[in-house]
């Protein structure tokens, strides 16, 4: 291998031997059956069970807990059970539980119509009832809604998610195409503005 003078270092049997037991030992090679002080694992005597060193360790104490509110907060429970009556029964398909559609149909009232006639004469003598003169846009909430037309539950989305974020309002991240002054343009326009 390495050669000094004549001789290469492995031809000594002492250094082939260091080297050999440096390079090609393996990392469980050191375990042995002996304790550090030289004893063998047999001879040490009296050692306790694993159960009798386990025993003795002092009782661990339950880890502290967040304060709970045991006093009646009539409220906040107040509060939970409105929103809980609002509440249907779980959609499958849904990833939002529904809630009840706040208005019923005996409920629904529209304002009267404010068409008084077209640009004709006889669309101003006969007013807005005439068929003839009518327009699709009238034929929304022309009459009461009926049970069956208005929704029982609808999904709603919280803003749970948009009240984590640390900025009030969004960041600009488009690219900004204006041209951006240098110094020097901008104090020759200071001085001859």
């Known amino acids: 291998m390495f050669a000094t003078g004549q001789k290469q270092i492995t031809d000594c049997p002492f250094v082939a031997n260091v080297f050999s037991n440096r390079f090609y030992a393996t990392t469980n090679g050191q375990y042995c059956g002996n304790w550090h002080n030289g004893l ?27 304060i709970q509110t045991t006093a009646k907060c009539v409220l906040a429970n107040q509060m939970a059970e409105e929103k809980k009556s ?36 006889i669309a101003q003598e006969m007013g807005a009832s005439n068929p003839l003169f009518s327009t699709s846009a009238q034929a929304y909430g022309s ?15 919280t ?35």
């Open 40 to 66: 063998p694992g047999h001879q040490l005597g009296d050692v306790p069970c694993i159960s009798d060193i386990l025993g003795a360790r002092p009782c661990i104490k339950k880890p502290v807990r967040p």
């Open 86 to 121: 609002m509440q249907v029964d779980k959609v499958l398909s849904a990833d939002v539980v529904p809630k009840k559609f706040p208005v019923q149909a005996q409920n629904y009232c529209y304002p009267p119509s404010g068409k008084k006639g077209g640009q004709h004469d």
């Open 143 to 157: 009459e009461m809604p009926m049970d069956h037309q208005v929704p029982d539950r609808y999904f709603p989305s």
């Open 159 to 193: 803003n749970y998610f948009t009240k984590a974020f640390v900025d009030s309002k969004p960041r600009y991240t488009g690219l900004s195409t204006a041209p951006t002054p240098s110094k020097v343009a901008l104090a020759a326009a200071l001085e001859a503005g």
